[in-house]
């Protein structure tokens, strides 16, 4: 899923410095499943804003909604009738990024994003989530055991580990695993090692976003 | 002989080869470098010129390389993928050898996080395997990698790094094999500390007739003092200094440790000479360039041969 977190609450309360009333939209889509953009995430930011701007005397009406999805414009499309003429200021939007890119498509308003989107990934365990895919755009984690390298390795080395792989960890932080070490311990469980024998070729990149800003078109789904 | 550069041929006709190191200055001196290449003229066969070592901001290698091939001296132009994408780096090694620049060192480098510009994007579109094999292609094909001819072609003799240090062990000497497949004429090694398992990496490598397909020269790296000892053994990842080195180093005298630290260069050029597969060593006297005539004199590495 899309992985996300939350603004500091400074940068947001200066983004609104200037509005009586918002709408604060949040996602039930992957923003949810990373507890950064859910109903229950709405709900805490639209109280400390309110609780902000109330001590600095300069009230801030914040109304919640948490739509189905913010990257359809099925469910974007819902936000209409709250709009037309409420006197909103602005719309915050709780989701991935994607959210406040379809609301500015489709309403004339500021939208503002409320979460850094962060990366593809999944959760370890209760409330840490790591990086696992950088969407490349062809992927080639066959080769090595099923882990990514060109997300996972700090240098994304397709012929890791570097020389600064040292204790299962990676040179940048003794927070990061080295992706290469695993990928090593990997294959010799699978006793595949001599896979990683030969020098892994140059990739393309023109899959990535080196490409330019991609897009996907599906023939048999289009109406 | 594939590229003709002095350092090729002192490695061809059976030399023992050494070569220097010089770090770029932070600003556009040119007087910095010609006074560190002043300690290395006449010492060594080539010298390496670092790129931006540590991901700190320093003169072009390119251009110090060029300052170096017009002071009558030879470099080694270390290039890293950090910082060029592979249009770049191709561009780069055909301005390099219309320069006179004849040897390169490919790595992958320093991760930008590490230097004075952490907010930087980095590139990392190769690796340094991958480079190997662009050099390789622009020289024995002749072509670039879009298989465009070249209109001029670039024989550079190609050099690569290799820590015997890193983790995991047992896949270091599989790397070692990778960048001699890929194209790697020549291997410089981080600096060994840990002469036993040293070793024991060359035995392997020995044993599997790498040290035949390739020139394999040791990195030697003068420890300063008791603190820098500490340094490298703590926060250089992938660095094993052994506790006896420190405890050597304690033992002396405040004043006396830069002698000790000459000492156990030699000492240890002495023991990787004796290393079966080893054909020359990188001393890489770090800000410490004038102490290499002493350390070679003293490891009897002195005159260095002329070769033709
Ligand atoms: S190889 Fe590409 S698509 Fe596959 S996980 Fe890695 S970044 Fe994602
Ligand atoms: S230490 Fe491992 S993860 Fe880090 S850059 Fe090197 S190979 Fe990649």
Known sequence: MVVAERKPIEEILAMVADFKKVLLVGCKGCVTVCCAGGTKEVGILGSALRIARKKQGNPLEVVEHTLERQCDPEYVDQLAPMLAGNGFDAVLSMACSVGPQFIAKKYTIPVYPMLNTTFIGGALEHGVWAEFCQSCGNCIIHNFGGLCPIARCSKSLMNGPCGGSANKKCEVSPEIDCIWHLIYDRMVELGQLEKLRPVFPIKDWSTSRDGGPRKIVREDLKL | ?308
């Not at chain 2, 006709?13 to 290449?37: C, D, M, N, Y």
């Open chain 2, 1 to 308: 002989m594939k590229a003709g550069s002095n350092l090729e041929k002192v490695f061809t006709q059976g030399h023992f080869a050494v070569t220097g190191e010089l770090g770029p200055p932070r600003g556009a001196s040119v007087e910095v470098i010609e006074k560190k290449a002043g300690y290395l003229r006449g010492v060594v066969d080539s010298i390496n010129v670092t790129d931006n070592q540590t991901s700190v901001v320093r003169m072009s290698s390119v251009a110090v390389c060029k300052l170096l091939v017009d002071m009558g001296l030879e470099p080694n132009l270390q290039m890293v993928c950090r910082d060029r994408n592979r249009i770049a780096m191709q561009s780069d090694l055909l301005g390099a050898y219309a320069l006179g620049i004849r040897n390169v060192l490919c790595l992958s480098g320093d991760h930008n996080r590490f230097g004075d510009h952490p907010q930087s994007k980095n590139v990392f579109d190769v690796d340094s395997m991958q480079l190997i094999s662009i050099v390789k292609k622009l020289r024995d094909e002749g072509k670039m990698l879009s298989g465009q001819e070249l209109e001029g072609v670039p024989k550079f003799f190609i050099g690569a790094a290799a820590n015997p240090f890193g983790d995991p062990f047992e896949f270091r000497v599989t790397r070692l094999a990778k960048k001699i497949d890929a194209g790697a004429d020549f291997i410089q090694t981080q600096c060994i500390y840990n002469m036993e398992k040293f070793r024991k990496y060359m035995h392997i490598a020995h044993e599997e007739g790498l040290t035949e397909k390739c020139y394999i020269m040791a990195g030697i790296t003068p420890l300063k003092s008791v603190g820098m000892a500490r340094y490298m053994a703590n926060f250089v990842p992938g660095l094993d200094v052994p506790d006896y080195y420190i405890n050597r180093l304690k033992g002396v005298d405040k004043k006396k440790q830069a002698d000790e630290g000459i000492k156990i260069a030699v000492e240890q050029i002495q023991e990787v000479r004796e290393i079966p597969g080893v054909k020359g060593i990188h001393l890489m006297a770090i800000e410490w360039e004038h102490k290499v005539p002493e350390i070679l004199q003293a490891a009897g590495l002195l005159p260095r041969p002329s070769v033709n």
